[in-house]
Antibody, heavy 118, light 113 residues
């Protein structure tokens, strides 16, 4: 069974930093692209960042480009998200997502809540 | 970016009745060489992460009941629940994975009438 378990969320002040982690199991992690998707309270879903299976290429939504960094450690089946210069509008649940063969979002973690507030 | 627009925003249907949700993309999302529409549907129940229901516009994901079906091509798509069950109360999202960023519709809130 595919499992994605996020951690690292919490309350941070504007301008602060946070590092999210996602532990993956139940599938061959190193052969799948991964994404981070977020959902602000009471709002819809927003793609945030993507990384290829080998980590060679990364992609970001314009809203986070230059502030957030996605990375992975295939030897430990881990996905990471370094978030810096956080803004109030970054407040959201952040989901770790496994992509399917055709790039649909095949499996989602339970999410970790990031709250940016003074 | 491709804009995905769902209708309606909210829908109330009686138990056992049909529910229909529409999704329109601002660009054609039919992959010509694969002859497949790069559209997925997700279900999000309250307090839970989204769950994949449909991909390739009409292929049900593993374990999804056959009362859920997807149709459409090009820019216009539909998710149909043939006979609404109480456990189907949720917000439903369409998503295109034709080009990055993979954008979602705004969601349709499905309730029991």
């Amino acid at each position: 069974e595919v499992q994605l378990v996020e951690s690292g969320g919490g309350l941070v002040q504007p301008g602060g930093s946070l590092r999210l982690s996602c532990s993956a199991s139940g599938f061959t992690f190193s052969t799948h692209a991964m994404n981070w998707v977020r959902q602000a309270p009471g709002k819809g879903l927003e793609y945030v960042s993507a990384i290829t299976s080998n980590g060679a290429a990364t992609y970001y939504a314009d809203s986070v480009k230059g502030r957030f960094t996605i990375s992975r450690d295939n030897s430990k089946n881990m996905l990471f998200f370094q978030m810096s210069s956080l803004r109030v509008e970054d407040t959201a649940i952040y989901y770790c997502v496994k992509l399917g063969v055709g790039s649909w979002y095949e499996a989602w973690g339970q999410g970790t809540l990031v709250t940016v507030s003074s | 970016d491709i804009v995905m627009t769902q209708s309606p925003d909210s829908l109330a249907v009686s138990l056992g009745e049909r529910a229909t949700i529409n999704c329109k993309s601002s660009q054609n999302i039919l992959h010509s060489s694969k002859n497949k529409n790069l559209l997925a549907w997700y279900q999000q129940k309250s307090g839970q992460p989204p769950k994949l229901l449909i991909y390739w516009a009409s292929t049900r994901a593993s374990g999804v009941p056959d009362r859920f079906s997807g149709s459409g091509s090009g820019t216009d798509f539909t998710l149909t629940i043939s006979s609404l069950q109480a456990e189907d109360v949720a917000v439903y999202y369409c998503q295109q994975y034709y080009s990055s960023p993979y954008t979602f519709g705004q969601g349709t809130n499905l309730e029991i009438k």
